[in-house]
């Protein structure tokens, strides 16, 4: 898909993805999907809201992943 979108759950990062670094894989999305870097003044709003949507989504997916042996690496 998109290189420069990383993975943001554990273990990959070992920390809890940011809000930052959340909102930067939406936007590497939405640019990807529209190929649009930036778009034009009469569709700013439209990629705004996506990436906004996209972004939420993906801090929803991340809060409720349960990835497989986290818990036991966490306290080990």
Do not use: W
């Not at 943001?8 to 940011?18: C, I, K, N």
């Amino acid at each position: 898909m998109c290189r420069s979108i990383k993975t943001l759950r554990p273990p990959v990062l070992p920390e809890e993805a940011t809000e930052e670094e959340i909102r930067a894989a939406a936007l590497q999305y939405v640019r990807k999907v529209s190929g649009f870097r930036a778009p034009a003044a009469h569709n700013r709003e439209v990629f705004e809201r996506a990436v906004d949507v996209i972004a939420e989504a993906t801090a929803e997916l991340l809060g409720n992943l349960e990835v497989r042996g986290a818990a036991q690496r966490a306290a080990g």
